[in-house]
Each structure stands twice: as structure tokens, then as C-alpha cells.
């Protein structure tokens, strides 16, 4: 059962962001084992070609990749699942930039007709960069709450996790401004809305020397 979709004013206040991820993390989560909702076809409850649909999704794809990265560190891991965890790994990172990167498109529309002024200034990140971070922030509390419920482990345990926890939350709360910040600079023309691709060589068979090797042998 899906969370009901959350009304977002779009590029208006990023804590509303944050309730889109919050919600897909509950959602992905309502399904166990762990190998059947790594598996579990995406059910976007936003419309597709919105920013919402799209902060969804780019969590959805976060969610698989934290399952993935833990099964990858069993130490009695075989070596050929590991290889094909590796592989799964590479190509969800390739999707989750391919779907940042259709987030700024969305927010270079939203800003194309702001001319900066004289002084403006270049931010390190684009917003939807900052949005990623956001996202990977969003599923570290989650798992991080866990770790302060878990049973079976000392209080230590459980406190030392509690101490993380609240950082993570001033961590969030501190992310959550910098980017309402960074937007509301670049609509004032404050800050320049300028996006880099990524342009990730090691999956393009035309730029990685080792797969474009191996295609002059064929």
C-alpha cells in the first residue's frame, strides 16, 4: 500500500522534497525479503514527467542501491555474486545520474528567464545535486533510527546511535536551508543556474578503455 501522494509546491520549499523521500522510503520498505523488494517493480504513485515523479524515483532507485550495497559486504560472498552485485551496482548509478540530471533540466526551465546580475555567484552544486545529497540524508536517518530501536544490542550500542541520529537531523535541517537558500539566490539572480553533466566514462563503451578493447578484439 502506497503512501497517497504528497501536494508539493514545486521549487518552493525543500522540506517539502524531503516528505516525497520519507514517503518512499516507507513505501519501499513495506516489502520483505530483502531480495523481493530490491526486485519489486516501481509503483510511482506521482505523475510521470513531474518533479515529483521524478524525487520518487531517483529515492527509489537510492533505497535498492543502500539493499545492495549492504549484500555486497557479506563476507561469505561468493565471488560471482559479488561480481554481479558490482555490475548492478554500476548500472543503478549510472540510472540514479541519468534521473538527477532530468531533475535539473526541470529546474533550468524553471529559471531560464532570470538574468544573473553583475555579482552573482557559482555554486559548487546544482540544485538537484543538493536534492541527491537530500535523498542519501533521508535513508541514513532511516537506517540510523533503526539502529536506536534495535533489539538485542547494549545500550551503548543504541546510545552512540542516538548521538548519530541527532546529528543526521541537524544535518538535514542545515541541507534543507542551503537549498531553499540556493534557490531563492539564483531567483534573485544572486547565484547562476549553470548544471555540469556528469559525464561518467567507466559505463560509456566508447571512453572505457577496457570495454572498448575488448569490442576491437570482436
Keep these: ?32 525479503p530483502v531480495w523481493e523488494r530490491i526486485d519489486h517493480p516501481l ?25 545492495l550495497e549492504d549484500l555486497i559486504r557479506d563476507p561469505e560472498i561468493v565471488p560471482e555474486q559479488a561480481l554481479q552485485l558490482k555490475q548492478r551496482i554500476d548500472k543503478s548509478n549510472q540510472h540514479r545520474t541519468d534521473i538527477v540530471e532530468k ?14 546580475g553583475k555579482n552573482a555567484r557559482i555554486n559548487t552544486e546544482s540544485i538537484a545535486w543538493a536534492l541527491d ?5 533521508a535513508l541514513k536517518i532511516y537506517h540510523m533510527r533503526l539502529q536506536t530501536e534495535r533489539k538485542g544490542v547494549s545500550e551503548a550500542h543504541r546510545n552512540k546511535c542516538t548521538g548519530k541520529l541527532e ?8 541541507l534543507i536551508q542551503a537549498i531553499d537558500e540556493l534557490m531563492e539566490d539564483i531567483a534573485a539572480g544572486k547565484r547562476i543556474m549553470k548544471v555540469y553533466r556528469q559525464m561518467k566514462m567507466y559505463n560509456d563503451p566508447a571512453l572505457n578503455p577496457v570495454l572498448y578493447a575488448s569490442k576491437n578484439k570482436t
Design 43 to 67: 509503483k510511482n504513485p506521482y505523475h510521470e514527467g513531474t518533479l515529483e515523479y521524478l524525487l520518487y524515483h531517483k529515492n527509489h532507485i537510492d533505497n535498492i542501491q543502500w539493499d
Design 1 to 32: 500500500m502506497l503512501n497517497p501522494p504528497v501536494k508539493v509546491p514545486i521549487m518552493n520549499d525543500s522540506s517539502h522534497f524531503y516528505v516525497i523521500y520519507t514517503g518512499c522510503i516507507t513505501d519501499y520498505h513495506q516489502i520483505h
Design 103 to 116: 531533475m535539473d533540466d526541470v529546474f533550468l526551465k524553471k529559471y531560464h528567464q532570470i538574468i544573473p
Design 133 to 137: 545529497r537530500l535523498s542519501i540524508l
Design 167 to 174: 546529528i543526521l537531523e541537524t544535518q538535514k535541517k542545515d
